[in-house]
């Protein structure tokens, strides 16, 4: 099995920055593949970000290309999402999801495990 726990949520204004944390454990060969998403009230699920974790490649959603960043530290098992320039169509909970194989990583029906998510609040 795998479990995923995501920290560093919080409130902000607008243009600052959030970084977010995603602690993996549990079978390297089931969370090849780390993804991001989000969901603001009202709306589905969106995919942000994700990594290979094994070669490194990232992908990110059009909305927020050039302002966050994904990236992976191997000794901690941690995968994190820096935010900057936050705006606040940026609100929404944040979750990490894993898996070990995926050919659409932006989205969510790629993932079989979760993490509980981290809100995130953008005010103007």
């Known amino acids: 099995q795998v479990q995923l726990v995501e920290s560093g949520g919080g409130s902000v204004q607008a243009g600052g920055s959030l970084r977010l944390s995603c602690a993996a454990s549990g079978s390297t060969n089931l969370r090849k593949w780390l993804g991001w998403f989000r969901q603001a009230p009202g709306k589905g699920r969106e995919g942000v970000a994700a990594i290979n974790t094994v070669g490194g490649t990232t992908y990110y959603a059009d909305s927020v290309k050039g302002r966050f960043t994904i990236s992976q530290d191997n000794a901690k098992n941690t995968v994190y999402l820096q935010m900057n320039s936050l705006k606040p169509e940026d609100t929404a909970i944040y979750y990490c999801?894993?898996?070990?194989?995926?050919?659409?990583?932006?989205?969510?029906?790629?993932?079989?495990?979760w993490g509980q998510g981290t809100q995130v609040t953008v005010s103007s």
């Open positions: 999801a894993a898996d070990g194989l995926t050919f659409l990583p932006l989205h969510g029906s790629q993932y079989k495990y």
